[in-house]
C-alpha cells in the first residue's frame, strides 16, 4: 500500500515536474548554443536581432512578466471553471481536465515559456567593455516568439475549456472510459491492474449517475437523460464482447469488493452475481435505480427513460444469449415496479410496464419460453397487488399488457401459449375470491379482447377457456362491458401518451365475434347460441367514452 501511495506521488509531481525541466533546460541550452555560434548578427537576425545589453534587458523584463502574468490568468480563470463545473456536475471533471493531453499541453507551454523567458533574462551581461557584454539575441527574439504564441493561444484555448466542460461532452468522456477499461484485453495484467480498470469501470457508471442526481435536482432535463443514455451506452456496448474478456475481470475481490453495494450482499447471494459475470450490469443497473428513486418525485420523465434504456440492456443482453444478465434485467424492472407501487405513482407503473412488455415480446420472439412465463408470473403479480392497493389503472394496464402478449404468443406458435393464458385467466382470481361476484371490469374488457382475437383465428376451445373462466360474471357487468367496448370507434386516444392506443378497442372486422362470444353467455342473450358462423353485429354510432387510454 505504500508502495501504491509512492507510485502515485511520483507520477503525480515527480515525473510531470522533470517532464518541464527538462523541456525548459533543452530549450534554453538550444538557444545558447545558437547564440555562441553566431556573434555576427546578419539577415533576418541582423533586422530584428541588433540590441544592447540595456535593450536586452528591458525587452525580456517586460516579456517575462507578461508570459507569467498569462499564466497566472489561464490556470486562474482554468481553475474557476473546472472547479464550478466539478461541483455542479461531478468532482472527476478535475481529474479529466487535467488528464487531457490539450490541457497538459497548453500549460506545459506557459510553464515552459515563463521559464525558458526568466533564464535568458539571467543570461544578459553588460559590462563596461562591449567585448565582454553578452546578449542572448536568438534566446531574446524566442521570448518574443513564445510571447506571441502566448497572447495567440489565449482565446482559442478558453474556447476549448469551455467546450471541454460542456455537459455532454463529459458524459461522452466518461462512457469512453468507462467502455475502454471494461473491454481491454490483455492476460499478461497483474490482479493489480485488473482491479484498476475494475474500479475506473466502476467510477465511470457512479460519476454518471451523481451527474444525473444533480442534473435532476438543478430541473436540467436534458443532461439526465443524456447520462442516463450513457450508462445504457455503456453497458450496450459492454456486452457483445463479455466472453473476449479475461476470466479475473468478472471477479469481485480486491477494492471492487469494498464497495458498499457489494459489501451488503450476502455471501451466496455475492458468488452468484461472480458466477453469472454480472457485476457490470448489476452495478449500472443499480445506478439507474437510484436515479429512479429520485426521478419518481423530482423529474417523472426521467423514469420513462430510464425504463426505456433498461429494456435496451436488456435487448443486448438477449441478442448475446446472455440469460444471466437478462435475469438481472428483469430483476431490476421488478423492482421499478415495486418502487412505483410503494410511491402510488400510476404514470410511473403505467410507463414501466410500457417497456417491461416490449421486452417481454422480443423474449418470446427469441423462443425464450421460460423467461417470459416468468414475466408473465411477475406481471400478474403486480396486478394483484395494484388491485390490493385500489390503484385500479395499473391491474387494467398489466391485462391489457398479457392480453397483447399471449395475441403474440399465438402468432409465433410459442410453447408456453397455453401457460401464458392461464397466467392472465388467473390475474383477477384473488379479487375474485375476496370479493366474491366482484371482478375488476379493465381485466374482464381485455380477456373479452383475447377471446375475440381467438375466434378470428378460428380457435373456438381457448376462446371457450376465456368463457369459462367468465361464466359466474353478472348479466348487467357483461352487458356493460361489451356495449363498453363496441362504443369504442377508434384506436387513437384523444390525449398524448406514450402508447397511442385506447385499450378497449377492437377492429370492426372483430365486432362480429364479439358478439359471438357473449352470445354463449344464456342468462345474458336469453338464447343461447353454440359456436359456430359468426352473427353480424347491428351498426353502432357511439362515441368511445369511457375507453382508457393505453
Known sequence: MRKARLAFSNSLWLYPLSILAIVSVTAFVAFRLLD???????????????????????????????IAAIL??????????????????????TDMFFRDRTNRAVIAFFVVSAVFSLWVNYAIRQAPDAAQSFVPRFGVMGSIVLLTLSLLVMAPYFNYVFDFLEPDKIVERIRRGGVAQALRKSSDESEEEVDGRRMTALSALEHLADIGLNAIEQKDKGIASNTVDAICDLVVAYMPHKRELDDRWFSIRGRLLKDADFVSMNEMALGKLQSDRTWLEYKALRQFLMVYREALTEMPDIVNRIAIDTRYIGLAALAAEDRAALATVIKFFNTYMRRALNARDVPAAYNCLNQYRYLGEKILSQGWGDEALRIAGHFKYYAQTAHAMKLAFVTETVAFDLCALNELAYDLGAGVRDELLQIFLEVDKEAEVAQQELSLRGVRKAQVKLATYYLQKGEIDLARRIHRDMRDERPDRLRSIKNEMLSVTTNEFWEINDRGVVFEYIEPERHAHLHQFFEWFPHLEGHPREAGGPKQPAPVALTPGGAHEG
Open 36 to 66: 555562441l555560434s553566431h556573434t555576427q548578427p546578419g539577415g533576418v537576425t541582423g533586422l530584428f536581432g541588433e540590441m544592447s545589453p540595456d535593450d536586452a534587458s528591458r525587452i525580456m523584463g517586460g516579456t517575462g512578466e507578461v
Open 72 to 93: 497566472g490568468i489561464v490556470i486562474t480563470v482554468a481553475s474557476i471553471i473546472v472547479q464550478l463545473a466539478a461541483t455542479r456536475y461531478t468532482p472527476r471533471i
